[in-house]
């Protein structure tokens, strides 16, 4: 299931940096992962969820124990694609970094942080546009001397409108795939955090659990490939988020404007 979380790292990374339009970019996306870098599976939270009683199912109870992992899967993005709202939370792997990310997604709204290196990165997506807030320390590693005008503040970010509709539900449902390692045979029966639920796996022992429900939606995807395990754990579905666009933002330059550079 990778590409699900290749579309939040790599959307956040992009989004980031393009907080930068306006006074040049001198060094690497910071805590954001590079982009266009891919390693298999997904990942998220690390609190860990009670799982037990996994079985095979065998066709009985409800409709989504019956179908093929094919079929499962195809539910579960139409499920995701479909929900009002949802919190994304966990842990990824990236080149050898581990990255913490708390979303919440509701319409075409985003809101949450991405944590990395002990950078706590605070990220908001209204609509068409993106602004991001983070420490001295994160736009040191992009702006270098520069960094001083703009810690601490809300900054509206220059990326493209592609890479912000990347940070919606709909996107993210479009990740949920299995490219990356083919699904196993047969759907498990099992219980998450007290609830039914259906676990698909992957070839390398990856796997997505879903709501044995009306609407099988995503619960938790555990990535088990060597170079970026993790967990992504989906929760509060229906949940109106609140999502608005930050006070006082501003773009870069004028964040920038009539700032003396640091050393």
Avoid: H
Avoid at 17 to 26: I, W
Avoid at 213 to 229: E, G, R
Wanted: proline residues 3%; hydrophobic residues 35%.
């Amino acid at each position: 299931m990778s590409a699900t979380r290749n579309t939040l790292v790599y959307s956040l990374s992009i989004l980031m940096v393009g907080g930068l339009g306006a006074c040049g970019s001198s060094g690497s996306a910071g805590s954001s992962s590079s982009a266009g870098s891919a390693s298999p599976s997904s990942s998220s939270a690390s609190g860990g969820s009670g799982t037990s009683s996994t079985t095979a199912s065998s066709g009985g109870g409800g409709s989504e124990g019956s179908k093929s992992p094919a079929e499962v899967l195809k539910d579960a993005k139409s499920a995701l694609f479909n929900a009002s709202s949802v919190d994304i939370k966990g842990t990824v792997t990236e080149q050898g970094q581990q990255q913490k990310l708390d979303l919440r997604f509701q319409g075409n709204n985003t809101s949450g942080t991405e944590t990395s290196g002990g950078i706590v990165v605070n990220i908001v997506k209204v609509g068409s546009k993106g602004y991001i807030k983070a420490p001295a320390a994160f736009w040191a590693k992009i702006a270098g001397s520069k960094a001083a005008g703009l810690a601490g503040k809300w900054i509206e970010s220059s990326g493209s409108s592609a890479v912000l509709d990347s940070l919606t539900l709909q996107s993210i449902a479009a990740g949920l795939n299995s490219t990356d390692s083919p699904l196993g045979p047969g759907v498990k029966k099992t219980t998450l955090d007290g609830k039914k639920a259906l676990v698909l796996t992957q070839k390398d022992g990856s796997t997505l659990t879903v709501a044995d429900a009306a609407s099988p939606v995503p619960l938790q995807i555990v990535d088990k490939a060597a170079a970026s395990k993790g967990e992504l754990d989906f929760t509060n579905y229906g949940t109106d988020q609140q999502i608005t666009a930050p006070k006082g933002a501003m773009t870069a330059a004028a964040a920038l404007k009539n700032q003396k550079t640091t050393a």
